[in-house]
């Protein structure tokens, strides 16, 4: 039985796309990079994953997994046309938020600004933001290691997350979702897998850490000369505030003027 078949008969006609109906997958955020594939696979959960995996490395054929598609290099996309996106946009639950331990467990396709509303309700926060947070998948953000804006005080992806359960390239499941915060009980296998870009393989859920929610926030906008400048105020600021700055980020000119352009409600005073 060919693989197309294998696939259809696997997943149903919800699981496996092919045809038209993969339009919304084939091309990047930029419609820059990516051709039609043989078809894309959306699996419901970490077994059927792991069987798609199974067939295509069976039949030798190329594996792209595909979060929420905000990547600009064309990572998510297929370059070649015998090959297999792997969609996980269909593992999207909230399996717990643990107030007590500060965690919680979430499936790869899970969308971060649906973690964060969620979270509200616990006063809870991932501290974890970047302007794609409406359609960025936590699977694809623990694939590229990605950082946001709170990055210097909280780290990456690989420092959010506390545990990973992984589908190899031969189809084998890897547990590695542990909730320990002081695990020190050996390799720590999981920052393997952050930022490999699904190389090593597939990311199905994710255990990552949570931190209480802010009791109050304050925004600042500074207007500076020069580059120096602004590295020197940022340095005074983070060395007077410590903890308490979570986030630190700079614009010049050309970025305004785009900003300007291209956000309709958007005005400079």
Known sequence: MALDNKLAELLGTRGWLTGD????????????????PIGVARPAS?????????????????????????GLVGGSVACETQAVI??????????????????????????LEQL????????????????????????????SNAG?????????????????????????????????????????????????????????RAVVKLYPAPTQTTTALIALPTIDAALQVGRSLRSAAGELMTALEFFDDNILKLALQNIPDLKWL
């Open 148 to 204: 946001g804006s709170h990055a210097f005080r909280f780290g990456t992806m690989q420092d959010l997350v506390l545990g990973l359960e992984v589908v190899l390239p031969n189809g084998d499941v890897w547990d590695g979702t542990r909730r320990l915060i002081k695990d020190n009980a050996g390799f720590q296998l999981r920052k393997l897998f952050c930022g490999s870009e699904g190389r090593l393989g597939v990311v199905t």
């Open 116 to 143: 964060h509303t969620e979270l509200t309700k616990h006063e809870l926060m991932f501290p974890l933001h970047l302007g794609s947070e409406g359609s960025a998948q936590i699977g694809g953000l623990i694939a």
């Open 46 to 70: 970490t077994e059927e994953t792991a069987a798609v995996v199974r067939l295509c490395h069976e039949h030798n054929v190329i594996i792209v997994p595909q979060g929420g598609g905000t």
């Open 21 to 36: 109906d993969t339009a919304t997958y084939n091309r990047d955020w930029l419609n820059k990079y990516g051709v039609p």
């Open 86 to 111: 792997l969609s996980l946009s269909r593992m999207n639950s909230i399996e717990s938020i643990d107030s007590n331990d500060f965690t919680a467990v979430v499936g790869a396709g899970l969308i």
